[in-house]
């Protein structure tokens, strides 16, 4: 199948930054695919520049499909309404409104509030109603859930995934590690401008190994242990706390989250 | 209705809701005009000949200088910019509607101050009405392109209100509208006929006459529209 959007080593240069490093990735049509970095990592200007709203310096992109785009910071006149703006660009994309697609955002709901009197929520609400006007093939969210609350967030994500359902390719950028781990199929990390990880999520925990935590609750406060060899490290930890007459009130194992594989890959600790 | 129509009357009706164009562009003006139309016939009687056409200059410079830059800094100077250009909306719209739009609103005024003067005072109205009108609507979109550049330049808005501030202030002070010019140094004369308000007051009191009158306000036009689009291209560029 053709690829919804192919990047070839795409470059960019503020002055005396390099901050795109030649990267390369395609993303399938109707994949989520998120583009993950730690803050001036390059993901923002890649988008940028895969959107089409920045002129990069070297490389290509090809895209496939109608674009809509979703900036991380979006503004609109603070007096306008929102049946307003979905007019206005409706009508500069030269597109149908689809009221099936605004009901589902509630945007008729939001009635005349000017936009100065939205939630941030409602606000990404309609931000995202008015990239989708004209149904694009291919979605770019940038930081789609920031600064929402948690039921904003679920709702956001439900939407996503009903997107895709519908066929629509998603590319994300986030630094929301359980956003990504929920919504996207593959994802690329970003470290310093360059492709640090490519792949799916169980690839990338197979990539920086299985790594263990271990917290310990004893009488005298909790304790936390790293490991990568599981029974070897609960072995020696249980034959100490004996030796030294402690009791264990609690004991818990978990394998660390995608957020800490990403720290490792990001801060280039891991390869 | 095309994109460019709805767009222009969305925008004059943002102007309305926005209170700041409001007080701007119709209540410090017309106010202004009643307190000072007051004292002016008060001191001298005869003020009343020109009390329309000096009052209108100062409505439509402060209008054009205090009121639109700051729509048009919210516009290019936030995020707003992005989303038009994200969702293929032209860069120039938000110029050209916010333009238009202020266009209609200082004509209003205009004719509203009008109105008002006959009234209040007793004022006699244009002797040439349509040459009148021809110079108010070239004073107005003169004095708006000029309040575009600031608009376009200065994105920072305390920064912008009080560059607004500077022009606005020499442009009313060094106009004739207020005190006669022979008053001041040869210098301040000369200073004042970088403002459209000099040369709009001299159209619309008949001091100057067409075409020839109307020649330095084309010159003033043609020069900030070219500013304006310097700006917009380097920030299409950015």
Redesign the interface.
């Given at each position: 199948m053709t690829p919804a959007v192919a990047v070839a080593d795409l470059r960019k240069r503020y002055g005396a930054h390099q901050v795109l490093k030649g990267l390369t990735f395609q993303v399938e049509q109707g994949e989520i695919f998120a583009l993950l970095g730690v803050n001036g990592a390059g993901k923002t200007t890649a988008l940028e520049c895969i959107?089409g709203?920045r002129q990069p310096d070297g490389g290509s992109v090809t895209l496939r499909g109608k674009r809509g785009?979703?900036?991380q910071?979006?503004?609109?006149?603070?007096?306008?309404r929102p049946m307003?703006a979905v007019?206005?660009?409706a009508?500069?994309?030269?597109a149908k409104i689809s009221s099936d697609m605004l009901e589902e955002l509630g945007i008729p709901q939001l009635g005349k509030r000017?936009y100065r009197e939205l939630s941030t929520g409602q606000k990404r609400r309609l931000?995202l109603a008015?990239?989708l006007?004209g149904e694009p093939e291919l979605l770019f969210l940038d930081e789609p859930t920031a600064g929402l609350d948690v039921e904003g967030r679920i709702a956001l994500h439900r939407l996503i995934q009903s997107l895709k359902g519908r066929g629509r390719t998603i590319l994300l950028a986030s630094h929301d590690m359980a956003e990504v781990e929920s919504l996207c199929d593959r994802i690329a990390i970003l470290n310093r401008g360059e492709m640090a990880f490519l792949g799916t999520v169980p690839q990338l925990t197979q990539a920086v190994g299985r790594r263990y935590h271990i917290t310990i609750r004893t009488p005298t406060g909790e304790e936390t242990y790293q490991s990568q060899d599981i029974t070897q490290t609960l072995l020696s930890l249980l034959e100490g706390y004996r030796s030294r007459n402690i009791p264990i009130l609690d004991l818990k194992v978990d394998r660390g989250t995608l957020e800490e594989h990403f720290l490792l890959l990001a801060k280039g600790e891991t390869t | 209705m095309s994109a460019f129509w709805y767009g222009l009357q969305l925008q004059c009706r943002l102007d309305i809701r926005s209170k700041s164009l409001l007080i701007t562009c119709y209540l410090v003006p017309l106010l202004f005009f009643v307190f000072v139309g007051s004292i002016f016939i008060a001191l001298d009687p005869q003020a009343k000949q020109t009390l329309i056409p000096h009052m209108t200059v100062m409505g439509v410079s402060m209008g054009a200088l205090i009121g639109v830059p700051p729509t048009l800094a919210e516009i290019y100077g936030s995020d707003i910019k992005g989303m038009y250009r994200a969702n293929g909306v032209p860069l120039w719209m938000g110029l050209v509607n916010t333009v238009l739009s202020a266009l209609v609103h200082l004509l209003v005024m205009s004719t509203l101050l009008c109105g008002m003067a006959v009234l209040l005072f007793d004022a006699p109205l244009p002797d040439r009405p349509l040459t009148y009108v021809g110079g108010l609507v070239l004073l107005v979109a003169v004095s708006l392109a000029l309040g575009s550049v600031l608009g376009l330049a200065i994105q920072d808005q305390a920064k912008l209100t009080m560059i607004s501030q500077l022009f606005f202030l020499p442009s009313i002070l060094l106009s004739g509208i207020l005190f006669p010019l022979e008053l001041l140094p040869k210098a301040l004369q000369q200073a004042g006929m970088v403002f459209p308000a000099f040369w709009g007051g001299r159209l619309l009191t008949g001091v100057a006459s067409w075409p020839q009158g109307a020649l330095p306000l084309l010159a003033l036009f043609g020069g900030f529209v070219l500013c304006c689009a310097i700006l917009l291209r380097r920030m299409r560029r950015r």
């Open positions: 959107e709203q785009i979703q900036l910071n979006a503004s609109l006149p603070a007096h306008i307003e007019k206005l660009f009508k500069w994309k030269g000017q931000h008015l990239a006007i | -």
